[in-house]
């Protein structure tokens, strides 16, 4: 359910103290002479569509979902990166969460595997693109008080260091990832090990995914990597829109898929 960058470590699941009934009351826990386990590790692997995990409808996979993404917890290395930097950071105003997915460098060109999946043609263009993203991000401000649209701040998290310069233009912007990949490397790829930064690289992959959690509102593209942020939010109760939604041309070929689906 996340991307496969994440492949390690970075996340714990909660056990709770104790387990529900069937009538909703809580039977304790027998007392033991054992020790006590420690906490479960969540490991992420390859990504698992939830529609192979639940047959439907719709709505019961994303509560299927939710209740799993609200048991986990980042591991304390983690926890502190997320609550020391949302706490200096984000705990003020009105915060946009932007989160861009371009594949750096790989994975959604023509001809590859996902090329459908994320349109990067939008990213070739940074001045119309930025012009896209600032009127995504306006949108969400529309319904708030007069003060709140005045001191918004955006939180932008990307996977690649190009799209992460482009983005630093947005304004009231700001991040807090600062290794990438290479260009072209995709999100695969063995940093030289040196003061651990191969983990230092997860961490903030991790950290990123946590901390657009804790902001008010999202755009964003397709990826599993805001999948989190989305489902535990509610969508961020209906203030979050995937920026591609906003082009005539994909929302006219959104229109032809849900005619041809009803036509079937």
Not at 19 to 38: E, I, M, N, V
Not at 102 to 122: C, E, H, P, Q
Not at 203 to 217: H, Q, Y
């Amino acid at each position: 359910m996340v991307d496969k960058s994440m492949q390690h470590h970075s996340t714990t699941r909660s056990t709770p103290k104790d387990r529900p009934t069937l009538d909703g009351l809580r039977r304790p826990r027998r007392a033991s002479s054992r020790p006590p386990r420690p906490q479960a590790c969540h490991v992420f692997s390859c990504s698992r569509r939830t529609d192979r995990v639940h047959p439907g409808p719709e709505s019961e996979r994303f509560r299927l979902i939710r209740s799993v993404f609200r048991e986990l917890r980042p591991a304390p290395r983690v926890a502190q990166l997320v609550d020391g930097w949302a706490r200096d950071n984000l705990d003020a105003g009105f915060t946009i969460g932007v989160n861009v997915r371009t594949g750096n460098g790989a994975y959604f060109k023509k001809g590859m595997r996902y090329a459908d999946r994320v349109d990067i043609s939008l990213f070739d263009d940074h001045r119309r693109f930025l012009r896209l993203i600032e009127r995504a991000c306006q949108q969400r401000l529309q319904a708030l008080p007069r003060h709140l649209r005045e001191s918004y701040r955006i939180f932008y998290a990307t996977d690649s260091a190009e799209m992460g310069e482009v983005l630093g233009q947005l304004p009231n912007a700001l991040t807090r990832r600062e290794r990438f990949p290479p260009p072209g490397e995709g999100d695969l790829f063995a940093f030289a090990d040196r003061d651990n930064a191969d983990r230092a690289a997860v961490d903030d992959t991790v950290a990123d995914m946590f901390l657009l959690s804790r902001c008010d509102a999202l755009v964003y593209n397709t990826s599993l990597f805001n999948q989190y942020a989305r489902v535990v939010t509610g969508y961020f109760g209906g203030n979050a829109v995937h920026f591609e939604s906003l082009l005539r041309r994909k929302r006219a070929q959104s229109a032809l898929l849900r005619a041809r689906h009803v036509l079937r």
